[in-house]
């Protein structure tokens, strides 16, 4: 079961605000990846000089606005007040250490067991691809592909959720969209697994692989080709066992998220269903509701040797179950 630490909070005064509030301390720097607003309070965004960040410039950190900030407090040199907020998606963090934060920055951590936390996210891609028909990789379907029968990967993503692009240039982070992911530096894997990705990821057709690394992947604390061995360790898991056998025999009818659940405790221990979550899509053309993805929560370190059911029956349960009920689509555009 997870263990929820206590953290310990300190409060800052906020310059010329008359007002004390509970912030948490941090250090490192702040580098800013846009020139963005830096202003003296965030509610009422007022900014005395009309002051904004640097791209690249570096600034001292001092505090976020609560545990799993949304602004971040910096100082300014010059400006008057220095004290100023910027939201956390203007930049990212060098060397931060913080009573709410883990130790190690390229890793998520639950901060009482010092065990990393990921979201494991499975596609089911002739659903997925009802949506996106003109994708290299759904036009490619075929009624004997992997992807017609087998669970593809989405992500393996460190958490907490905000937990991106850890030390990733502002120009990487700026081509992180599908129409630049061509754009990012290419994910440089042993011939073994680039072919095993390739097959089990088919979004490599439209450089999936890039954005997962430089979003997630780069938070993970290990190399690429780990990143994505242990990945794709975890998804030959989920393909060899009876969650799968769920979805083939149940291809063109529904599935409700309850069954779903007891094919993870049928095939990981009681309890493994809970920690799944099941979203749905809807098929523009026809108005079907479909399951597209599953969500995994898995709690401890990753390597070629992890078992997925001990992570799953490590991570806390969910009592969100997502959506209730949805058709497993068949391949090809219905």
């Given amino acids: 079961m997870r263990i929820w630490a206590i953290w310990s909070s300190v409060f800052l005064a906020l310059a010329g605000a008359g007002v004390a509030r509970a912030d948490v301390k941090m250090s490192g720097s702040f580098v800013a990846d846009a020139a963005c607003p ?45 004290r100023r907020w910027v939201k956390i998606s203007c930049g990212h963090v060098t060397g931060s250490s913080a009573s709410t934060a883990p130790a190690d920055q390229n890793q998520s951590a639950s901060p009482a067991s010092g065990k990393p936390e990921y ?21 490619a379907q075929t009624a004997a592909g992997f992807d017609a029968t087998h669970f593809t990967l989405h992500g393996l993503w460190p958490q907490p959720n905000g937990n991106f692009y850890c030390q990733v240039a502002a120009s990487d982070k700026a081509n992180d969209n599908p129409a630049h992911w061509k754009d990012l530096p290419p994910v440089n894997l042993d011939a073994s697994t680039r072919s095993e990705l390739d097959q089990v990821m088919p979004g490599t057709a439209s450089k999936l ?74 098929d523009p053309s026809g108005g079907r509701r479909l399951i597209g993805e599953l969500t995994l929560g898995l709690t401890g370190p990753i390597g070629p040797n992890s078992s997925l059911g001990d992570l799953l029956q490590a991570s806390a349960p969910t009592t969100k179950a997502g959506c209730p009920k949805g058709a497993v689509d068949p391949v090809g555009f219905q």
């Fill in 209 to 282: 692989d890039r954005h997962e690394w430089i979003k997630h992947g780069t938070c993970y604390g290990k190399s690429q080709q780990e990143y994505f061995a242990d990945a794709l360790n975890l998804m030959r898991a989920v393909n060899a066992s009876p969650v799968r056998d769920l979805f083939t025999k149940s291809i063109g009818k529904q599935l409700t998220s309850d069954q779903i659940r007891r094919a993870f405790d049928s095939a990981y221990g009681a309890g493994a269903g809970e920690r799944v979550r099941v979203s749905c899509l809807v």
């Fill in 119 to 139: 979201v494991f996210a499975l596609s089911w891609q002739p659903a997925f691809c009802e949506t996106k028909a003109s994708k290299t990789e759904c036009q």
């Fill in 38 to 82: 830096a202003t003296q309070a965030i509610k009422s965004g007022k900014n005395p000089g009309s002051v904004s960040t640097a791209t690249g410039q570096s600034y001292d950190l001092l505090a976020g606005n609560k545990d799993g900030p949304t602004h971040y407090l910096i100082r300014v040199p010059g400006a008057d007040p220095e």
